[in-house]
């Protein structure tokens, strides 16, 4: 008979085990699913950074671009501009050609 009134707090102290193990259980999932959460967006803000470094640096390029097609404009109207005078002192000096 004295095992009898062992099992009334042995049912009580399974339950409130049982009960504790559920909250555990879901605290730790819910844990997890933030820490997933803010992995994504700590993710997210690092590929935006690289975007952005990434666009700048095209930016930066097609400036480049920009700046190495004026200085050929500029020495094409240079060549250009030599060329008249040539041609004009051709007509000058010899102009029955």
């Known amino acids: 008979m004295d ?7 042995a049912v009580i102290v399974a339950i409130i085990t049982a009960l504790v193990g ?4 879901t605290m730790a ?4 699913e933030k820490a997933d959460n803010k992995t994504i967006q700590m993710y997210i803000l690092q590929q935006e950074k690289k975007d952005e470094v990434r666009q700048k640096s095209n930016e930066l390029k097609q ?9 050929l404009d500029i020495q094409q109207r240079s060549l250009e501009l030599k060329q008249q005078e040539l041609d004009t002192k051709m007509r000058i000096y010899h102009p029955g050609d």
């Open 63 to 71: 400036q480049e671009l920009d700046i190495k097609q004026k200085e």
């Open 29 to 32: 999932a819910d844990l997890k």
């Open 22 to 25: 559920v909250i555990y259980s």
């Open 3 to 9: 095992w009898k009134k062992f099992i009334t707090p």
